[in-house]
C-alpha cells in the first residue's frame, strides 16, 4: 500500500506572531518556519503503518517556496521514502492546494493520502475536504485513531458531541486530529540519512494548476488588547461593577 | 550510567559546538582551505540563529577575510553606521553629550555596520552548506567525551526523558560525535567550555574571566525619528550607583531600533535587578523620546564574556580548541566580540586544516593556533584594551571612563601599566544588609513592561516533561543561606523570571525554578553568590526562538 503524505511550511507554534504595519499579513522574515504540527501527526501516522508493514511507501509532498525544502527533509527524517516540491513563491490558497493535491494524488496513486485537519497559520480547514471532493474519494477528518483492514479504514473522528466511528473505502483523505499520535523525535542519524533521500521539483505549470486567488485578503489586525482589570474587595462590589458594566 | 548504554557514533575530521560567529567562521575557513575534510556542527538552538543575540554594531575586518566578496554573495550588512553618538546619562532627563574628540578611539564606528547577528549566523550557515558543512541544529552537544586526557568529541543530549528522569515513549539515547579536533565556540559560558577550562587548568594563569549580562528589545518606531545607521552608546544613569555597564540604541532598517543595556555583573547589590534596570533605562529622555510611540516587537538576553586579554585562558587542549566568547575574545573597549570571534575561528580552523593536511591524526594540541592568534589584528585589539575593563571596575564609570579615554587615544592602547581585576563576579556580591533596597518603578505597558508579558516575546519554548535543566549542586542552599545572606539575588539577576521564592503551604519559603522560561543567557550560572546554579543544556530544540537578535 503507498500512503501519500502532505506537509506545509508554516510559522513555528512558539513564536509570537507579528502584524506587518500596513496590516496586509504577518512578519515572515526571519521567523522560525516548521512543519505544520498537524501535519507532524499525519506523517508519524504514515511511519507507523511503515513500521507494521501496512504500508510499504511514503511519499511526502509540499507547496511553497524554496525553503519549504527544509519541511519535506524533517518528513523524510521521519521515514518517508521520498517526496515531491511543488514550488511557488506565491501564497497558496486552499483550493489551489486541493487542485495541486489531486493531480499529484492521480499521477502517484496512493491509497491513503494522509494530512494534517488545518494549518496553523491560516486554520483554513478546508484543503483535505476539497482534496476529496476533487478526487471524488471518500474523506475522514479529524480522525483521532484509524484501523485499515484491506479496502477499507474505520475512522474515529473527533466531532462536538463526542466520537464517531466512519468506514471508508479507500482510496481515500483522511486528516489528523490533535490526539492521533504524538510524533516522534528526529534523531540524527535519520536526519542525516533524509539529506541523501530524492526530491523531485516540480511547478504548478506542470501540473497545470492556476495559482488564481479566490480569497482576497483586506486587513490583518492583533487581537484586541486585554485591558487592565480591578481589584474589587466584595462580593456586593463585583456584583455592582458587573451590573454597571451591563454583564449581569 | 554512561557507559551501558548502546550510543550510535559518527565520526567526523572537525566537530564543532555551536552555530554562532565563531564556529560558523571555523567551519567555512576548513572546507576553504581542506574541501575533503568532513565538518559538523552541533546547535542547541532549534534552528541557526534562534539562540543567536548581540546588538550589533559589526565590524566587517574578519568578514572580509573571510569571504572578501561578502557583498555580492549578499551578506545581510544593510546598515552603515552613519553617526555615533556617546552620552553620560546623569540622570532620568540629564545628560552630558560627549563631544567626539574626547570619545575612546576604540568607540567610533566608521566603516561599521548596524546588523541582526541572528540573520548574519543564518547566512553564515548558508555559505557553510554550500561548502559541504553538515549543521544540525536542535541537538545539544550534552558533554565532551574525554579519554586520557584528550578530547574526542561530544555526545548529544537525550530526547524523550520524563521530569523524574525516566525515559518516555519514543526515548532517543544521546549519540557519540568523534572527531580528530573538536572546536567548542559555544558562546559566553558554554557549559562545556566551563568543565573543560576547569579540568585541564586552562585558566591557571589567568584573572578570572569577568562577565555583563545583556538585554536588548528591538523596536519598531515611528518613521519620523527613525535615522537609519545612528549608533547612541550611553554609560551612567540609572546605573550609577548599584552598578555599573552600558546601554546602547542603533537604528537598523524599516523603522527598527534595537535598544539594550549591559550590566556588569560584579555588581554589589544583591537588591539590583537588570531588567529592572533596563526597563527603566528606556525611559531616559534621550532613549523615550524615539521609542514613545513605538511598538515593542522582541527581547531577549544573553551573558557575554568581557574580561578580555586578562582573563582569556589559555585556548587548547589535547584534541580541543575554544573559540570566541566560549574562549573569552570579545574586545570589551569596542564592545564588540563578534569579529574577534570569527577571527578566532578562522585561525583555529587554519590550525586544524593545517595539522590534518599532512595526515595528522589529530588528538594534540593546536598550538599553531595559539601562536597566530598572538600574531592577530585581534590579538592587538585585545592587547590595546587589556585594561578597559579594570579600570572601569576600579575607578568607576567616571574617572575610570577618563582614564580610558588617555589610554586609548594618547597611548594607542600601549600605555605602560596593566590593571587586573582579582575578585570574581559573583564574590563581589554583598551582603543584603549591607544594601540598600532598590526601589523600580513599576512598568507602565507603553515604554516599560513586566518579565513576563518580555519573555513572550522571546518566543521561549521548553518541553515541559523533562528534568530541570539548571541544576543546584545542593539544593538547599538557596533558602538557607543565599535567602538571608543575599535576599536570593536569583529572583532579580534572571532575566526570563526563571527564580521565585514562594511559599509553601504551611507559609515557609520555597525556591521554585521555572525552568520552561529560560532563555539561555547563562547569568545564574555566573552570578550565583554560591556558584551552586549549574546550567546545562536542556532536551535540543528549546529555548528562545529569537528571529534576529
Given at each position: 500500500?503507498?500512503?501519500?503524505?502532505?506537509?506545509?511550511?508554516?510559522?513555528?507554534?512558539?513564536?509570537?506572531?507579528?502584524?506587518?504595519?500596513?496590516?496586509?499579513?504577518?512578519?515572515?522574515?526571519?521567523v522560525k518556519h516548521s512543519m505544520n504540527p498537524f501535519d507532524e501527526i499525519a506523517v508519524e501516522q504514515a511511519m507507523r503503518w511503515k513500521e507494521a508493514g501496512t504500508a510499504e511507501e511514503v511519499v511526502a509532498v509540499t507547496i511553497g517556496p524554496d525553503a519549504a525544502k527544509e519541511q519535506l527533509r524533517s518528513a523524510l527524517a521521519f521515514g518517508c521514502d521520498r517526496a515531491i516540491h511543488i514550488k511557488t513563491d506565491e501564497p497558496v490558497q486552499p483550493l489551489t492546494a486541493a487542485r495541486v493535491f489531486e493531480a499529484i494524488a492521480q499521477k502517484e496513486e496512493p491509497k491513503v493520502f494522509m494530512m494534517g485537519k488545518q494549518a496553523i497559520d491560516d486554520d483554513s480547514n478546508q484543503t483535505g475536504q476539497m482534496t476529496s471532493a476533487l478526487l471524488e474519494w471518500p474523506q475522514a477528518t479529524f480522525a483521532s485513531e484509524i484501523e485499515l483492514s484491506g479496502e477499507t479504514a474505520k475512522v474515529t473522528r473527533e466531532i462536538d458531541a463526542g466520537l464517531e466511528t466512519l468506514e471508508v473505502d479507500l482510496p481515500a483523505v483522511i486528516t489528523a486530529d490533535l490526539r492521533l499520535n504524538e510524533p516522534r523525535y528526529l534523531k540524527l542519524p535519520d536526519i542525516m540519512k533524509a539529506k541523501k533521500k530524492p526530491i523531485e521539483d516540480m511547478s504548478l505549470d506542470d501540473l497545470g494548476v492556476e495559482a488564481a486567488a479566490r480569497l482576497e485578503t483586506l486587513k490583518t489586525t492583533p487581537p484586541p488588547t486585554r485591558e487592565a482589570g480591578v481589584r474589587v474587595e466584595s462580593v456586593d462590589e463585583l456584583v455592582a461593577k458587573l451590573k454597571e458594566k451591563g454583564l449581569v | 550510567m554512561t557507559e551501558e548504554i548502546e550510543r550510535d557514533v559518527m565520526e567526523y575530521d572537525v566537530l564543532i559546538v555551536g552555530a554562532g560567529p565563531a564556529g560558523l567562521s571555523a567551519a567555512c575557513r576548513l572546507k576553504q582551505k581542506s574541501p575533503d575534510l568532513e565538518v559538523c556542527i552541533v546547535e542547541k538552538g532549534s534552528e541557526v540563529g534562534a539562540h543567536l543575540l548581540s546588538g550589533a554594531v559589526?565590524?566587517?575586518?574578519?568578514?572580509?577575510?573571510?569571504?572578501?566578496?561578502?557583498?555580492?554573495?549578499?551578506?545581510?550588512?544593510?546598515?552603515?553606521?552613519?553617526?555615533?553618538?556617546?552620552?553620560?546619562?546623569t540622570g532620568e532627563t540629564k545628560s552630558k553629550k560627549m563631544p567626539n574628540a574626547f570619545v575612546p578611539a576604540p568607540m567610533h564606528n566608521d566603516g561599521n555596520y548596524i546588523i541582526s547577528l541572528g540573520q548574519l549566523g543564518r547566512w553564515l550557515a548558508e555559505q557553510a552548506e554550500e561548502l559541504g558543512v553538515e549543521i544540525y541544529p536542535g541537538f545539544a552537544a550534552q558533554d565532551a567525551i574525554v579519554e586520557d586526557g584528550v578530547v574526542k568529541g561530544i555526545v548529544t543530549g537525550e530526547m524523550g526523558v520524563d521530569k523524574n528522569g525516566e525515559p518516555k515513549d519514543g526515548h532517543v539515547p544521546g549519540m557519540e560525535l568523534r572527531a580528530k579536533y573538536t572546536l567548542f565556540g559555544e558562546g559566553c559560558r558554554g557549559h562545556i567550555g566551563k568543565r573543560l577550562i576547569r579540568e585541564f587548568g586552562l585558566d591557571a594563569d589567568v584573572d578570572p574571566q569577568h562577565y555583563g549580562i545583556g538585554l536588548k528589545e528591538i523596536w519598531e518606531i515611528d518613521p519620523d525619528k527613525h535615522e537609519p545607521g545612528l549608533v547612541i552608546h550611553g554609560a551612567g544613569w540609572p546605573l550609577n550607583t548599584s552598578g555599573s555597564g552600558g546601554s546602547f540604541l542603533y537604528h537598523l532598517e524599516d523603522n527598527m531600533v534595537a535598544v539594550g543595556l549591559i550590566v556588569d555583573l560584579n555588581y554589589e547589590n544583591p537588591y539590583l535587578s537588570p531588567f529592572k534596570e533596563f526597563q527603566r533605562f528606556k525611559h531616559h529622555t534621550e532613549i523615550a523620546r524615539y521609542l514613545e510611540g513605538g511598538k515593542r516587537v522582541s527581547y531577549g538576553s544573553r551573558a557575554i564574556t568581557k574580561g578580555g586579554l586578562n582573563s582569556l585562558p589559555k585556548m587548547t587542549l589535547p584534541g580541543a580548541a575554544l573559540i570566541g566568547c566560549d574562549a573569552g575574545t570579545l574586545n570589551f573597549a569596542k564592545i564588540k566580540g563578534n569579529h574577534t570571534a570569527m577571527k578566532s575561528g578562522m585561525l583555529a580552523a587554519e590550525a586544524a586544516a593545517e595539522a590534518l593536511a599532512g595526515g595528522g591524526e589529530g588528538g594534540d594540541e593546536l598550538t599553531g593556533y595559539t601562536d597566530a592568534f598572538k600574531n592577530s589584528w585581534a590579538y592587538e585589539e585585545l592587547y590595546a584594551s587589556r585594561n578597559f575593563g579594570?579600570?572601569?571596575?576600579?575607578?568607576?564609570?567616571?574617572?575610570?571612563?577618563?582614564?580610558?579615554?588617555?589610554?586609548?587615544?594618547?597611548?594607542?592602547?600601549?600605555?605602560?601599566?596593566?590593571?587586573?581585576?582579582?575578585?570574581?563576579?559573583?564574590?563581589?556580591?554583598?551582603?543584603?544588609?549591607?544594601?540598600?533596597?532598590?526601589?523600580?518603578?513599576?512598568?507602565?505597558?507603553?515604554?516599560?513592561?513586566?518579565?513576563?508579558?518580555?519573555?513572550?516575546?522571546?518566543?521561549?519554548?521548553?518541553?515541559?516533561?523533562?528534568?530541570?535543566?539548571?541544576?543546584?549542586?545542593?539544593?538547599?542552599?538557596?533558602?538557607?543561606?543565599?535567602?538571608?545572606?543575599?535576599?536570593?539575588?536569583?529572583?532579580?539577576?534572571?532575566?526570563?523570571?526563571?527564580?521565585?521564592?514562594?511559599?509553601?503551604?504551611?507559609?515557609?519559603?520555597?525556591?521554585?525554578?521555572?525552568?520552561?522560561?529560560?532563555?539561555?543567557?547563562?547569568?545564574?550560572?555566573?552570578?550565583?553568590?554560591a556558584q551552586n546554579i549549574t546550567w546545562v543544556p536542556p532536551e535540543g530544540g528549546g529555548g528562545p526562538k529569537y528571529s534576529a537578535m
Open positions: 500500500m503507498k500512503v501519500l503524505v502532505s506537509v506545509k511550511r508554516a510559522i513555528d507554534y512558539n513564536v509570537r506572531i507579528q502584524i506587518k504595519p500596513d496590516g496586509s499579513g504577518v512578519v515572515e522574515n526571519g | 559589526f565590524e566587517p575586518r574578519a568578514l572580509d577575510e573571510l569571504f572578501p566578496d561578502w557583498k555580492e554573495k549578499g551578506a545581510p550588512l544593510n546598515v552603515p553606521v552613519t553617526r555615533d553618538e556617546v552620552y553620560f546619562f579594570a579600570s572601569l571596575h576600579k575607578f568607576g564609570t567616571f574617572k575610570g571612563g577618563a582614564l580610558n579615554y588617555i589610554e586609548q587615544n594618547w597611548f594607542k592602547g600601549k600605555a605602560p601599566w596593566n590593571m587586573h581585576d582579582t575578585t570574581p563576579d559573583h564574590a563581589a556580591t554583598k551582603p543584603a544588609e549591607e544594601c540598600e533596597q532598590i526601589d523600580y518603578p513599576r512598568p507602565d505597558g507603553k515604554l516599560s513592561f513586566d518579565i513576563l508579558s518580555s519573555v513572550h516575546l522571546s518566543n521561549t519554548g521548553h518541553e515541559e516533561d523533562q528534568p530541570c535543566h539548571l541544576k543546584l549542586t545542593d539544593p538547599s542552599i538557596p533558602i538557607e543561606h543565599n535567602l538571608p545572606k543575599y535576599a536570593e539575588p536569583a529572583q532579580r539577576y534572571c532575566p526570563a523570571g526563571v527564580y521565585e521564592v514562594v511559599e509553601d503551604g504551611d507559609g515557609n519559603p520555597r525556591f521554585q525554578i521555572n525552568f520552561a522560561n529560560c532563555v539561555h543567557c547563562k547569568t545564574c550560572d555566573i552570578k550565583d553568590p
